[in-house]
């Protein structure tokens, strides 16, 4: 412990001078990394239009409000689009995720050394491409529509839960597994009654609260022309048609709210 | 179980025991959810022939992934790139320094009911808009560029980080805080020595966690006109550029991968 004397009484300190050093010049290093990119971004910035910020906030807002009400006639087609991506995805998605999971978890995977960092590969880049962006490329690949917002959120979905449910498979009690094994069972018997069960809770946990997270965000698909509420939101902002877009910002909110409440609900029933 | 119960199970073959137990519940649980997807099956209009010819673009573009084309777009790629770094190491910094003071707030066990309800609301705002529909907004109010990404991104960040730290704060030990606070400690004095040392841990794993999240949304917001490499991935999927597409998307998927590795390194080391 580094101890400083004065007047021949010890005066304690935390730290050793070259500690104290290292950890100013991070500091020092940490806010200079962040002034250059604060001026990066202000370089790009048209700083006008920010000082005219508040202007045009209170016009938005002004033609924002109220909210066109008989609009929502024409969104119950869309809503239901966004509800059948979101669930078709999710359901799409656990398919391909549990074998996956099965492959990627280190104590059901047949060969540790090719066939998991293949599987880890499949759950690590599916997950670190947003849904828009799957969106995207399949709307190229397959034309806009429904089906392509459909493949993309079950796409992106696959490496959440495929990696959520992995970690639940290398979790599970061992004992269980082995004594269905000293049974005689074969080993599709003791993926059947000694690791389903033990993971069973989680897989619906996982798909629940992954059907909540795809509500959100099929919302938001049809911005890039894959079907959806986002469809209709795109439209009415091309066109400024701002009490619109405030009423179809509303139902998205409740959409959302309401998934949220039902996935709490169900994961507090299973859990 | 009862006696009763187990004599009249002898004699009979076990069987699994179902995963909802009551058997209405069940049966109803299973014929809705038919229904449901048979319904969602009808809706969805599926251009067969379109996804067809499609398959030879999706087939380029999964051979475009075995020769990326990182040199013929470089300067484009670099710059929203770099963009995209920029806007998510400053709203990073900002975002975690703005969530602190509103994750104490929000915590019951340390903050009045007027603060609480009000940090709350803040928090619930927060989460209740996605990223993409927030720059939608902003990218209309302050003008294109990465100001309104970093605005963006900062906004997410609150509600994320604020929320987990809250609870965290809620779930603390009592007993460290009442000792600080019984030494006559001062109210700054309590949350530094009472309560910062118990969520640090947590707080740098969830920092670490968001940083990651809001590399990967970053990688979007130029979709919507608020920076980043978006725009450029954008831009190359509409060129049927897949080569280029291919290398973003590498690029973004081993830059994720690289803060994932460090974040748990950091995390490692923190807890």
Known sequence: MPILERDDAQIWRRRTTGQSLVRWF????????????WQLISESTTWFFVWDAPRIANDIWTRATPPKWDYITQLGRPIWDTLNIATLGTIIALCMAVPVAFLAARNTTPSALFIRPIALLVIVSTRSINSLIWALLLIAIIGPGVFAGVIA?????????????????????HTQVEAITATGASRWQVMAYG??????????GIAVFRWDINIRESTVLGLVGAGGIGLQLSASLNVLAWPQVSL??????????????VSAKVRGAII | MSHRELDDMLGKGWRKPAFVKNPLLRWALLLGFFAYLIAAFMTIEVDWGRVYEGLDRGWAFV?????????????????????????TVAASVVGILISIPIGLGAAR??????????CRGIVAISRALQEIIVAILLVAIFGFGPLAGFLTLSFATIGFLSKLLAEDIEAMDKVQAEAIKASGARWPQWINYGVQPQVMPRLVGLSMYRIDINFRESAILGLVGAGGIGATLNTAFDRYEYD????ILILIIGIVMALEYLSGIIRARVQ
């Open chain 1, 26 to 37: 991070g500091w020092l290093l940490g806010v200079a990394i962040f002034v250059y990119c």
């Open chain 1, 153 to 173: 959120i079950a796409i992106r979905s696959i490496g959440f839960c495929a990696k959520l449910l992995y970690e639940a498979i290398e979790e599970i009690d």
């Open chain 1, 195 to 204: 690791i389903v069960p033990q993971i069973l809770p989680a897989f619906a």
């Open chain 1, 248 to 261: 179809i910002l509303i139902v998205i909110l409740v959409a959302v709210m309401i998934s949220e409440w």
């Open chain 2, 63 to 87: 051979l475009a992934f075995t020769s990326p084309d990182f040199i013929s777009r470089w300067t484009d790629i670099w710059s929203g790139l770099l963009e995209s770094i920029v806007m």
């Open chain 2, 109 to 118: 066990n340390i903050a009045p009911l007027p603060i609480y309800m009000i």
């Open chain 2, 244 to 247: 280029t597409a291919a290398a």
